[in-house]
């Protein structure tokens, strides 16, 4: 089939290049001229593991191109899925500045039957406003339907999970749209679950919104345990067996981060109140998320007693592991408290230390965790990357000044870091 993927970010350029790999002709969109300029050459925008060799192959077999003419891939396109950033304005309301300005050109340029998708998460009735902008701007009795297939991959494993999905969910309104999607998703052999576009659009806010409370709702738990003298891992554990719960997002630590929980919780509160409804059970996830992150900064502080002119060593600044993503990280806040308090931040983390630069102000970065603890009063744990649960900790004991880690992650077992001398402060464990 061909297709167009208008936006090249962690979305648009795992989708395109997937579907490219699933046998399509695949043109990749952004209004980022040098962003496609750099993938033209082959050089990603991002750190996804497997993705590179996927684009490399179809960029060499000719069945994945880049552009910044939004209006020629889409008159050479039957499908569009629209893949643009919908970040939050300062209300918390989704931007969907970008959606409309896709949909406002793909209307221009309509030249024959066509299906425009949202793959970007928008909040519910999104659909209704693309079709009317088609409506309004194409010409007469132009011929085109909107769909909405919302994207769940997860950063860091964007190519498996795009590969592997649970389910895929295609909100459709005519049979000719539903029988291409079929089509397009027919080799991933995967569970297509078809609903009207409203509800597409509702599931991709719920779902985020339900695991989001899952980890508020951990962290809350792992408050009590603390206040309690209990273990939060082991209460996590007996919880997520019970197959009604479930182990998965039961994980206590710093709170959730990335581009999209924070952004999504807020979109989905925000579309709610306007819809008539008070989510007061989603402010709540909020609060407690936004509270979690100044506890670990209050553990931080008990533990080197005074903040002001100690040196932290901060291991780990993505919002998770095998992510160079930075936005909505909770490594920004926390350091940003740290060093409110005067402490300065030694950092290091595996692949977002060129992100992270341009967010965070006067952090020393380092090539390794061994260098950024080197004299340094504590470490602390803000990101679960394998190579951190690896550490030799007799080593990085040595470079410390003082031997104290704060784990945001619950990485390491407390007895043990006991016996090694350690004082190690963890999440819900004592
Ligand atoms: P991103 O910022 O990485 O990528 C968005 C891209 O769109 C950028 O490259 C930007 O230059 C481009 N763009 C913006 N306006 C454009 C326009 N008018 N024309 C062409 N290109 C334009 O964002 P992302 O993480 O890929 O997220 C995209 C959407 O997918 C968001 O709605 C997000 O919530 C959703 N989503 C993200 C994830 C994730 O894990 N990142 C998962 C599921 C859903």
Request: aromatic letters at 8%; one cysteine or more; hydrophobic letters at 45%.
């Amino acid at each position: 089939m061909k297709i167009s993927v208008v936006g090249s970010g962690y979305v648009g350029l795992v989708t395109g290049a997937c579907f490219a790999d699933l046998g399509n002709s695949v043109i990749c969109v952004d209004i980022d001229t040098k962003k496609i300029a750099r993938l033209k050459k082959g050089l990603m925008p991002i750190y996804e593991p497997g993705l590179e060799e996927l684009v490399h192959r179809h960029l060499k077999e000719g069945n994945l191109t880049f552009t910044s003419d939004l209006r020629a891939a889409v008159r050479k396109s039957d499908i569009l899925f629209i893949a643009v950033g919908t970040p939050p304005r300062p209300n918390g309301e989704a931007d969907l500045s970008s959606v409309e300005a896709v949909a406002h050109t793909v209307a221009r340029e309509l030249n024959g039957y066509k299906i425009i998708i949202e793959k970007s998460t928008v909040p519910v009735q999104t659909g209704e406003w693309i079709a009317k902008t088609l409506r309004r701007w194409a010409k007469k009795g132009a011929a085109f339907d909107v769909a909405s297939n919302p994207e769940f991959l997860r950063e860091g494993s964007a190519v498996q999970d795009f590969m592997n999905p649970d389910r895929i969910v295609l909100g459709v309104e005519s049979k000719k749209a539903r029988d291409i999607l079929s089509d397009l998703y027919k080799p991933l052999k995967a569970t297509l679950v078809f609903t009207d576009i409203k509800s597409a659009e509702i599931i991709k806010h719920a779902s985020n919104s339900f695991l989001a409370t899952k980890i508020s709702f951990i962290n809350a738990i792992s408050r009590v345990c603390e206040l309690a003298g209990a273990d939060v891992e082991q209460v996590a554990l007996g919880m997520g067996l019970d197959r009604r719960i479930g182990r998965n997002f039961l994980n206590a630590g710093i709170g959730f981060g990335g581009f999209c929980f924070p952004k999504d919780l807020s979109a989905f509160v925000r579309i709610s109140e306007k819809l008539g409804y008070d989510f007061q059970l989603l402010k709540a996830v909020q609060d407690i998320n936004e509270d979690q992150k100044r506890h670990f900064v209050r553990k931080v502080e008990e533990a080197v007693w005074n903040l002001a002119g100690k040196t932290v060593a901060v291991l780990g600044l993505a919002f998770k592991p095998n992510t160079d993503d930075m936005r909505f990280a909770p490594s920004v806040d926390i350091i940003a408290s740290l060093q409110a308090s005067g402490a300065k931040i030694h950092a290091y983390d595996p692949h977002a230390m060129e992100k992270a630069a341009s967010e965070l102000k006067n952090v020393r970065f380092f090539k390794d965790a061994y260098a950024a603890c080197r004299k340094a009063d504590c470490a602390v744990i803000l990101t679960e990357w394998n190579e951190f649960k690896e550490l030799d900790l007799g080593k990085l004991k040595k470079m410390l000044s003082q031997p104290v880690i704060v784990d945001g992650r619950n990485l390491y077992e407390p007895a043990k870091m006991k016996s090694m001398g350690f004082r190690y402060i963890s999440m819900g464990r004592i």
